[in-house]
């Protein structure tokens, strides 16, 4: 190992506290013998980003990467290449991306917008203030859930079992339902719309959940994420022991909130761990996550390998589990209809996904042959 390799992955290197490891240190080892410093990406601003580095925090120009592609643009949770110094800085290059929460940036559009990078926890916040939407949560999940194969997505993902963000459910503002048998109750509709996956009520106001939480996103990088009014913020400040995220009150009228957190920020922990608040999500739109779907909805997947045909749309035909089960009671109709909506929507995408990238293959084709035949032309005229 060299002398630079062995310092880059020193136990005691200053970016160790933000998740930095042998791992990256070997990844970033080449374009450290360019000179260059890593460096985590805290916040993203108007094409200039906030990256943490061993020199303390410094501000840099995103322009260098690529910023044309939607899934190559800086985003908060990178790990990246930087200027050793000089003024204005440059981002040089993004290290692999191990994990990225990916949603479709519109239900009506083929591109997909990156919220977070390298997580090792995603946090499905949602609010006991308002009546509990499934269909939304289960939207996240499998979001989620995909989340390790949206960094394969990239072309750069180093995804793997060690390498997989966990979700986790937290019903927040748990003070609002006082009656321990009816919030028991909303845990298990929960629990039955996010199988295998921990749910755990927490309330900032009395601090119930929250050392158990606490626990959670000690170790790695956890990223918040739910609607506007969802309690994220408040709980980022309730975690950090200080008023660090702005946070509003919800309207009375709807308990719904107000967009305080505009950008997303990676924050420190006091007792270890990495935090990324996000803004609220108005529209959670999929992308590529029929792995995640596939998980979210297991007990339908499991019950679709029984049905007699292997091709079953579980829409009538004959010897169909799936629909045998919603007969007899042990699968909710509102589950099926869900798994469903969600599979058309992430298929929708993926066709014009493809589409998109064919025709774009299409034009680079078309602009490498217009450039050969003229270099072809122009050779052709020396020689006359």
């Given amino acids: 190992m060299s002398f630079l390799h062995s310092r880059l992955s020193s136990p005691s290197h200053p970016l160790t506290p933000y998740g930095w490891d042998a791992d990256w ?159 028991s109750h909303l845990v298990r509709d929960v629990e039955r719309s996010a199988p295998g996956v921990p749910v755990l009520p927490v309330s900032s106001a009395t601090g119930e959940g929250v050392d158990m939480f606490r626990a959670v996103v000690a170790d790695g990088t956890s990223v918040l994420l739910g609607i506007s009014g969802a309690g994220k913020s408040t709980l980022a400040n309730t975690l950090l022991g200080e008023e660090v995220m702005d946070v509003r009150a919800t309207r009375d009228v709807d308990g719904k909130g107000r967009h305080t957190t505009t950008t997303r920020n990676l924050l420190l922990l006091p007792g270890g761990g990495i935090l990324i608040d996000t803004p609220g999500l108005r529209g959670v739109g999929l992308f590529d996550a029929g792995t995640g779907v596939g998980q979210v909805f297991s007990e339908i997947e499991g019950l679709a390998r029984e049905c007699r045909f292997h091709d079953c749309a579980h829409d009538g035909e004959p010897g169909c589990a799936v629909l045998r089960a919603v007969e007899d009671g042990t699968l909710h109709v509102r589950r099926l209809d869900s798994y469903r909506k969600l599979l058309r929507e992430d298929r929708r995408i993926a066709a014009k996904t493809d589409a998109r990238l064919r025709g774009e293959a299409r034009r680079e084709w078309k602009r490498r042959s217009a450039e050969g035949k003229a270099a072809m032309d122009a050779k052709r005229g020396r020689f006359r």
Avoid at 44 to 61: F, M, N, P
């Fill in 25 to 183: 240190a070997a990844a970033f080892a080449p374009h450290a013998e360019r000179g260059l410093l890593p460096g985590r990406v805290v916040r993203v601003d108007r094409g200039r980003c906030d990256v943490v580095t061993s020199d303390g925090t410094v501000q840099a120009d995103t322009a260098f990467v690529v910023p044309r592609d939607p899934m190559r643009i800086v985003c908060t949770g990178d790990w990246v290449a930087v200027d050793p110094g000089g003024d204005p800085r440059f981002v040089r290059t993004l290290l692999p991306r191990r994990t990225a929460f990916v949603r479709s940036t519109s239900s009506q559009r083929s591109e997909g917008q990156v919220l977070a990078t390298n997580v090792d926890h995603v946090v499905v916040c949602v609010s006991l203030a308002l009546e509990l939407d499934l269909g939304r949560l289960e939207r996240f999940l499998a979001l989620a859930m995909s989340s390790t194969a949206g960094a394969a997505l990239l072309g750069d993902g180093t995804g793997g079992p060690e390498h997989e963000a966990r979700p986790v459910v937290l019903l927040t503002k748990a003070d609002l339902v006082p009656d321990a048998t009816a919030l």
